[in-house]
């Protein structure tokens, strides 16, 4: 699977606000973080005010704070503001019948492919997948406690 | 099997008994819109009956005025293709009302410590991919698409 850019703009920018609650960030700071675009960067975060996942906090410090609930909100819940992750296969009415058995084929394979990105994506909540990335790096260290243990 | 609280939750876990079915029921069908009171007689005999071991479970959250606020179903299954067996969690369910404080959490915590007195080293649960609330409720137990995937075909 390979995400736009502003799908992954928006995970880094939701996910980094979701692991801060109490902070404000501004659109700079996160893309500085990330290394990715600024500009791009503040486009997608319009669209994630829009849709009420983060708010813009004015004033001395200001920036954005992530307005959801990490608990509730998942993955899909910020990509789908940006993309449908549906794949292009689709039967035209003027097929012929050979091309139309390997269309109508292959639509099946890559809706059954679409719908279990779509419930993997739809059943990760932002809790989950912030501890995920915080027992990787657990596992991380204690893989690097254990070699330098044994050398 | 000992009796557990957990603070937060105020429930405390039991083995279920035959004498819980109504209230199984109940809940049951306040969730799914069915009441399967056969199905849960059978299960409650099968999973409660003397003689069941370690490879079948069913546990029931009670409130402190004996109110049942959940409970869940697991057994250790063998199983081909390859797989050792394993545990699975074939039934969880918590009141509408009682959600968000860490019941299904313990409910699962109870499951998985008995069924390790059976000698498995891994769970597994089905769930209907669209089932959001489960599905994240699991994710978050710590399960993940595993190595098995649900076939099916529609019989004409």
């Known amino acids: 699977m390979k995400l736009q850019k502003a799908s992954r703009y928006a995970l880094y920018a939701v996910l980094h606000l979701a692991s801060s609650p109490d902070r404000h960030y501004s659109t700079a700071e996160i893309a500085d973080e990330y290394d990715?675009?600024?500009?791009?960067?503040?486009?997608?975060?319009?669209?994630?005010?829009?849709?009420?996942?983060?708010?813009?906090?004015?004033?001395?410090?200001?920036?954005?704070?992530?307005?959801?609930?990490?608990?509730?909100?998942?993955l899909w819940d910020i990509i789908h503001e940006f993309e449908s992750l549906a794949s292009d296969i689709e039967a035209r009415d003027n097929l012929s019948?050979?091309?139309?058995?390997?269309?109508?084929?292959l639509e099946i394979v890559t809706g059954e492919i679409d719908g279990l990105v779509r419930s993997t994506l739809d059943s990760i909540t932002l809790q989950t997948l912030l501890r995920y990335g915080i027992e990787a790096i657990e596992r991380e260290y204690?893989?690097?406690?254990?070699?330098?243990?044994?050398? | 099997m000992d009796i557990r609280q957990a603070d937060s939750t105020g429930v405390s876990v039991r083995p279920a008994t035959a004498a819980d079915e109504s209230?199984?029921?109940?809940?049951?069908?306040?969730?799914?819109?069915?009441?399967?009171?056969?199905?849960?007689?059978?299960?409650?005999?099968?999973?409660?009956?003397?003689?069941?071991?370690p490879d079948r479970c069913c546990l029931v959250a009670t409130s402190t005025t004996g109110e049942i606020a959940g409970f869940i179903v697991g057994e250790i299954r063998a199983w081909e293709f390859g797989s050792p067996p394993c545990g699975w969690v074939i039934a969880l369910s918590v009141a509408p009302d009682r959600r968000e404080r860490g019941i299904g959490s313990l409910l699962l915590g109870e499951l998985c410590a008995a069924l390790k007195q059976g000698d498995v080293s891994t769970i597994r649960t089905m769930v209907l991919r669209d089932d959001k609330v489960n599905m994240s409720f699991f994710r978050g137990e710590g399960l993940a698409a595993g190595p098995y995937i649900e076939l099916e075909k529609h019989l004409e």
């Open chain 2, 23 to 53: 209230a199984i029921v109940a809940l049951d069908a306040t969730i799914t819109g069915t009441a399967k009171s056969a199905y849960w007689a059978d299960i409650l005999e099968r999973y409660t009956g003397p003689g069941n071991g």
């Open chain 1, 142 to 151: 204690h893989a690097a406690e254990a070699r330098a243990g044994s050398g």
């Open chain 1, 97 to 105: 019948r050979p091309a139309h058995i390997v269309v109508s084929g």
């Open chain 1, 36 to 74: 990715v675009s600024t500009h791009h960067l503040a486009k997608v975060m319009r669209t994630l005010v829009r849709s009420g996942i983060i708010e813009s906090v004015r004033g001395v410090g200001g920036g954005y704070r992530f307005a959801g609930n990490i608990r509730r909100t998942t």
